[in-house]
């Protein structure tokens, strides 16, 4: 295996089960759709699946100085993309090779690289670790927009009730919150972090109001009903809305959150008289005290993540009702701050103070440092619970409606 030191070896597993859940990922999908696009401004399928491996080879066997045995495949599988409004990618199916090739490869560099007589570092590891779990999120965006005969649905349990969400702001009074986190932990030792997660540094929020629950879909039927373009997530079938779930349509759940973008999100919040909080009043809301000089390590207090906490950790495919999850809620009583949808702030995503790119990936962060791209916070039903610490930050373009991504409001 890649790594020869027990302070590793934790790693080394996650990212052994990684590879076996990214896998699984790729098997849900028809043979024949690998070679569709289903999200336009993102590559063909077939991209994904050498896009790991060629990944974690450029990544590994790079500081290992081996020499590649494929190089063709290293670079045309090495980035995705993020193209501008209006650009959207031109390639033919015809330019990307057989996946009986691309798998072949795949086995070759998993074997290379565990039979690396090297002790790869901590750092390096976790990167290959995280990135391949963001892609098992980002991937299940393109699944989702794949039409459904493509893919072969797994077994799916159903969605747990939740009483009916009544609509309530919650005062949050002002404090200090912590946004980032230290380089060095307590004793010393190194932290992994995104480039983008550091330094740690104090931000201090005045006092506000924010919507107890997510808006769902209930509440932006309204804002439809009055003139508003559905989300790209709603279908109109029959003279009723539903919604394009991973494996079927349903008939609109009105209490499952909305999944919008962030240019929906910003105009729904106008609409009712309010606005989207920036990235420190959701910290504030979700990790904050009423003491006001403690923070929690997540809204629900200290103890590790839990499926009881939210709608997080790929146990689910969709949404579940914005009220499920009442053991998730923060010491101000606001409910699904992290999982059941990512959620749009306020706050363009631009580097924290003293920021330092990766030097073995100095374009991770700084290529979306262009102000066309907003910080959303939390977690879906898709992310893993490693995403879950405070200080990580996600961010997209403001009209991208693939995401799982909603929000909340608040006022003053
Ligand atoms: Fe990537």
Do not use: M
């Given at each position: 295996m890649i790594a020869k030191t027990t302070t590793t070896t934790y790693l080394t597993q996650a990212f052994a089960q990684a590879r076996a859940g990214t896998d699984a990922l790729f098997g849900?999908?028809?043979?024949?759709?690998?070679?569709?696009?289903?999200?336009?401004?993102r590559h063909r399928l077939i991209f994904y699946l050498g896009h790991l491996e060629a990944f974690d080879w450029n990544l590994i066997t790079q500081a290992a100085a081996v020499p590649s045995f494929h190089q063709e495949f290293d670079q045309l599988f090495a980035f995705g993309i993020d193209p501008k409004?209006?650009?959207?990618p031109q390639d033919e199916p015809s330019a990307w090779p057989k996946i009986e090739e691309v798998e072949q490869y795949n086995v070759r560099v998993r074997r290379a690289i565990d039979d690396l007589?090297?002790?790869?570092s901590k750092q390096m590891l976790s990167v290959a670790l995280e990135h391949r779990l963001m892609h098992a999120e980002t991937f299940a965006y393109l699944l989702h927009s794949l039409?459904?005969?493509q893919k072969t649905p797994p077994v799916v349990s159903p969605s747990p009730p939740g009483p009916s969400a009544i609509p309530v702001m919650i005062e949050i009074p002002g404090g200090t919150v912590t946004l980032g986190q230290p380089r060095k932990d307590r004793y010393g030792n190194n932290q992994f972090g995104w480039?983008?997660?550091?330094e740690s540094h104090e931000v201090s929020v005045a006092s506000f109001a924010m919507s107890?629950?997510?808006?769902t879909n209930g509440e932006y039927l309204q804002f439809v009903r009055a003139g508003a373009k559905p989300p790209h997530f709603w279908r109109w079938r029959k003279g009723q809305w539903y919604q394009r779930s991973m494996w079927e349509e349903v008939?609109?759940?009105?209490?499952w959150p909305v999944y919008v973008t962030h240019e929906e999100a910003s105009a729904f919040a106008v609409w009712t008289g309010k606005r989207l909080p920036t990235e420190a009043e959701f910290h504030r809301a979700a990790y904050?005290?009423?003491?006001?000089?403690e923070e929690r390590t997540y809204p629900w207090g200290d103890d590790q993540p839990d499926r009881r906490r939210g709608n997080?950790?790929?146990?689910?495919?969709d949404p579940i009702s914005v009220?499920?999850?009442?053991?998730?809620?923060?010491?101000?009583?606001?409910?699904?701050l992290v999982g059941n949808g990512w959620e749009w702030t306020s706050t363009v995503f631009q580097p924290f103070p003293g920021f330092q790119p990766l030097?073995?990936?100095?374009?991770?962060?700084a290529r979306f440092f262009d102000g066309d791209h907003y910080v959303l916070k939390g977690a879906s039903?898709?992310?893993?619970?490693?995403?879950?610490?405070?200080s990580f930050r996600n961010w997209f373009r403001p009209?991208?409606?693939?995401?799982y991504a909603g929000f909340r409001c608040v006022e003053h």
């Open positions: 849900l999908v028809r043979p024949e759709a690998f070679y569709d696009r289903p999200v336009p401004e409004p209006g650009h959207p007589c090297i002790d790869v039409s459904i005969d480039d983008n997660e550091f107890k629950y997510k808006v008939p609109l759940p009105l209490d904050g005290t009423v003491r006001g000089d997080f950790g790929g146990n689910r495919w009220t499920a999850t009442p053991l998730g809620d923060s010491a101000f009583g606001i409910s699904q030097s073995f990936y100095p374009g991770y962060s039903a898709r992310t893993d619970p490693r995403f879950l610490r405070r009209n991208f409606p693939y995401v």
